[in-house]
């Protein structure tokens, strides 16, 4: 126990959600954390079917029914006719669909950087050893 009795994989819990949470509100135009996860796995894969990116996305398919047409209705991204299958639809990103990636992208690093200024350059140190540590955890 460490801190107010409070474990550290508590503690390490509470904050990162709370660091994500933060993180999200960053440039998100109005995208919900699902359909920026969806563009970011379409821009990932390229086109897939969309029984693929529900699988990806960990999502029924009505769920990912309504999640690409919200996304098409926005221009984010566009479906043609599979190839292989006339009767399968592949998604793929749009123009609008990768500069809005990178915009997000972008604001959520320019958040982040925002946040780290207000640490001491002995905290930044400190963070900046602990990286590779917390990438590690990050693993799979």
Do not use: N, Y
Request: some cysteine.
């Amino acid at each position: 126990m460490t801190k107010r009795g409070v474990s550290t994989a508590a503690r390490l819990q509470l904050v990162t959600g709370r660091l994500m949470r933060m993180f999200r509100r960053h440039g998100a135009a109005g995208l919900s954390a699902s359909q920026i996860s969806a563009l970011a796995t379409i821009e990932e894969w390229g086109s897939l079917r969309m029984s693929s990116l529900a699988t990806h996305e960990s999502l029924v398919a009505p769920a990912a029914t309504r999640l690409v047409g919200a996304l098409e209705e926005r221009g984010l991204i566009q479906r043609c006719a599979d190839p292989a299958d006339g009767r399968a639809a592949l998604v793929s990103l749009t123009p609008e669909g990768s500069a809005t990636l990178e915009a997000l992208r972008h604001a959520r690093v320019v958040g982040i950087e925002t946040r780290l200024a207000t640490l001491s350059a002995a905290e930044r140190q400190v963070l900046e050893r602990a990286l590779p540590i917390l990438e590690r955890l990050a693993q799979p």
